[in-house]
């Protein structure tokens, strides 16, 4: 692990402006994902502001009837709200497939939205990788792509986002709540939040350079029948080769969005429409456009099973 200075913020907006201040800074929390990557020399920073002091942990009751939850809340006590369990169930299910307790311990709501990929490329620094070196190349593209994505890639870039957490708040319809360096705010939508790779994989988030997320909003609860769903090589500590996040009504409309097969919670609210017909329907519009390299176009099959497996259980 290279040097690097340390700081702790006293206040958001002063992280912001530390932040976006200091060439090579970035923020730590739970640490989790980024004391990893340090260790690897994948991530180098040349500055650390700590945010774990910024009073960023509570769960609230939003104005609008849904619910307010803080940045550093940590994952465990996300899942374990009561409030979560009973109006948002999809989430806290989703909360519980991912990592180990002892990471959930540590793991903060905005570290999991922009934990990085677990491609092995972007994890081998001997192999190119425009991730992490733009304009390098992509690895994946002619190497082992089994875990990588099938549809939002580019010619870039083939990694998948790896939260199950970030897949049930785009079904949720969260918000996302920021503080800038000047000391402004804004409020975006979660499906803002995350960037397509395009020829610049490397920029994985809309933020601007030092700007914090401090609080994620959901909406009022929508009822239904929440199920979270994770296909993965082994039961647990495992990252998702399909996940399904859904929400769906009585009359058999909802919320769906799949998580390890593109470089963000995939959704496409068009295809909801067709989620009353079936898995089948859904998948196929869901996947339209889809680009599988021989070794994962396995996913096509078990996003359109997975799917309509959720499905069958929320008629059920």
Known sequence: ????????????????????????????????????????????????????????????????????????????????????????????????????????????????????????????????CNKREPGSGCSALGGFSRQLGIIGTSDACIATHPSDMA??????????????????????????LHRAPGSTPHLETTLAPGELITAVTLPRPAGGTQIYRKVRDRASYAFALVSVAAIIQRDGSGQVALGGIAPKPWRVEAAEAELPRGGKAAAAALLNGARPTRENAFKLMLAERTLGAVLSEARA
């Open 1 to 128: 692990m290279r040097a690097f200075t340390y700081e702790r913020a006293t206040s958001p907006a002063a992280a912001a402006k530390a932040a976006a201040g200091t060439r090579g800074a970035k923020f730590i929390a739970g640490g989790t994902n980024l004391l990893d990557l340090m260790k690897l020399q994948i991530e180098t920073p040349s500055h650390v502001i700590d945010v774990n002091g910024l009073k960023l942990d509570t769960i609230e009751a939003a104005p609008e009837g849904g619910l307010r939850i803080g940045a550093l809340v940590r994952n465990t006590a996300l899942a374990a709200d009561e409030r979560v369990r009973r109006d948002y169930g999809v989430l806290s299910r989703a909360l519980l497939a991912g990592a180990s307790g002892q990471l959930r311990n540590r793991a903060t709501t905005a570290g999991n939205l922009l934990q990085r990929t677990r491609c092995p490329y972007f994890y081998d620094t001997a192999q190119p």
């Open 167 to 192: 897949v049930a708040m785009r079904a949720l319809d969260a918000t996302i709540e920021t503080v800038k360096p000047d000391a402004s705010t804004r409020t975006m939508p979660i499906a803002e």
